[in-house]
């Protein structure tokens, strides 16, 4: 492919038959220009493709006004909620969020990394992939003073800052609310504990069966990857128990849907047989009958406040490297899929 | 914020106690520079956050290997399996993606659009937002020799190639599928007509209505948004109709999901009352009860597609100029919401 050479103010002079000084004035909306030429000139330049913020200008402020988000997978309710957050956040200060997703693989993260590095993005949002083991691919954002913020899957670190919920207290909210309802045997849905958000609402759900005086039973917890074909095989999995459970508390509601599609087919009613509950509160909660409980993760807050902790920093408002863990509220929402009797 | 100047090869230099010439070198893997310094070398450079790939190596090669992709929203089954397909391909041919979200809004879509421009990918794909009357925000991509692809909302030009399904033989399908079931008042949840996904498909009903006899009243088709919160209010429209209708053909899955829970609260059955057919689907069409008839809408395919051609241009293989449009088939899945009777 041809690589024409850069459109510069002196083809937007030849064009209009101008001086190159007009041009460069009429830009810089220099009084000595009046408006007619200035307007000519501003359309000539968009026609043409001029923009004074071309890579020279990028590198004369080092502000290109733009953030980059490096998330797992675009595919979930709660990742649309917290990306809509950051996008309002991002909008009302004139920054754009150019996104990536890892797909889940720490290899493509660090590729992305780069990426985002190199199109020199004045800070960073990331969400870990599910295998990511460290994070010297971000290292080179704190020697350049590029701010890094983590959201939902963080990494405990010196340098960074991170925005989560506390997993621990809902996976003991929900846990609690099935024993509540005469659960005992409970089935949790745990995904991969190198993340800080599967392995804390494991946690949570531990220490509610104990404090309760229900045994743990490692066969109890089923480890994967979440998918909706991870939820389908579990089913398969549950349906070939010795005993079968009473209860399930999954650590994501889009792995527990086709869990529960899967069981009722197999004639197990819910929550009579099986009470059943998520988390995240993701839109197909009310969509699936019965209707799922679940814990309502604040995605958009949680978009929103990650956003505006960054941007307050790069506008020098504040310091984030002063603060290391943000944590939000979440909210048990008790629906018909784990209500054996009135609470 | 301060700013530190530049990583340079200097400053790896100081550190390591050795020449420039050594370091420049050794990072380009000169044979005279032993494994062992090359290593030294490598690592200080990350550490550093020195990479061969800053502006000035950009501009020099004037590619970053990088694919700009400006989608409405993020928040649908189609789009998050357009993507994959997308970073399926992009992979394979070491591109990566950024993507940016317009929210629907075309102001939006063009600070995207100058975002990507400034960030300098090697190509565009575009899904057009809702409101998006005019292209004037891509042109200067074109006078760039920066290659712009279309796919699922596009803009009928000269320049640029889109790919698409056959919108409105998708449109007349289902019509005809309501049809054939009894339906003789089928109401259309119609889109903005303004794209030519939402006008084509309301083409194809109307055509299909023509083909069989069946009058056309404009009453029966309800233009919104299709969001969610319009499938809500159009349910209560229906509702309030003084001849309820006995079909739905809506234009998006999502839509009619939320306008079939409330027709399901009011009591009416479905389809015994209202056969409904919905377009995309999406995976919620297998978690509501009844299972919705929707079009396959190919999302990874027309993900793959797009990104196949766009980087075949950008090698040099092909040169998509010569395209205007690609058509991808698509499928009628007929499931319970729509079976009055066994076709």
Chains 1, 2 share one sequence.
């Not at 009046?34 to 590198?59: C, D, H, Q, V």
């Not at 059943?276 to 995605?299: K, M």
Request: hydrophobic share 35%.
């Amino acid at each position: 492919m041809s690589q024409p050479k850069e459109i510069t103010i002196y083809d937007i002079a030849r064009e209009l038959n101008i001086s190159a000084t007009t041009v460069s004035r009429g830009l810089k909306g220099h009084p000595t220009i009046n408006k007619n030429t200035r307007k000519k000139i501003a359309e000539k330049a968009k026609e043409l493709g001029y923009t004074p913020n071309t890579f020279a200008g990028s590198l004369r402020s080092k502000r290109t006004n733009t953030i980059g988000v490096i998330v797992p997978r675009l595919n979930s309710y709660f990742m649309s909620s917290a990306l809509a957050g950051m996008e309002h956040v991002a909008n009302k200060n004139g920054y754009n969020l150019i996104i990536s997703q890892s797909l889940e693989d720490s290899k493509k993260e660090i590729e992305n990394a780069h990426t985002m590095f190199n199109r020199r993005v004045d800070g960073l949002i990331v969400s870990l992939a599910f295998n990511t083991e460290n994070i010297a691919h971000l290292l080179p954002f704190s020697t350049r003073n590029i701010p890094v913020m983590f959201f939902d899957r963080v990494y405990n670190s010196e340098q960074f800052t991170g925005v989560v919920i506390d997993n621990f207290a809902a996976g003991y909210d929900v846990t609690r609310h099935l024993i509540k309802q005469g659960c005992k045997r409970i089935v949790h849905l745990a995904g991969n504990t190198l993340r800080n958000v599967y392995h804390d609402r494991l946690e949570g759900y531990s220490q509610a069966l104990k404090d309760h005086g229900v045994p743990f039973d490692p066969h109890l917890v089923i480890t994967s990857n979440l998918s909706e074909e991870a939820g389908v095989e579990t089913a398969q999995q549950i349906l070939q128990m010795p005993q079968l459970p009473d209860g399930i508390f999954s650590a994501n509601d889009n792995c527990l849907v086709y869990c529960m599609l899967e069981l009722k087919k197999a004639g197990i009613r819910i929550p009579e047989d099986i009470a059943v509950a998520g988390f995240n509160n993701d839109r197909v909660c009310q969509i699936i009958e019965p209707n799922l409980t679940s814990i309502d993760y604040p995605g958009y807050a949680i978009g929103e406040t990650t956003a505006t902790h960054l941007i307050n920093h790069l506008l020098g408002h504040t310091n984030i490297h002063n603060t290391n863990t943000i944590v939000l509220r979440t909210e048990l929402v008790v629906r018909a899929s784990s209500l054996k009797r009135k609470e």
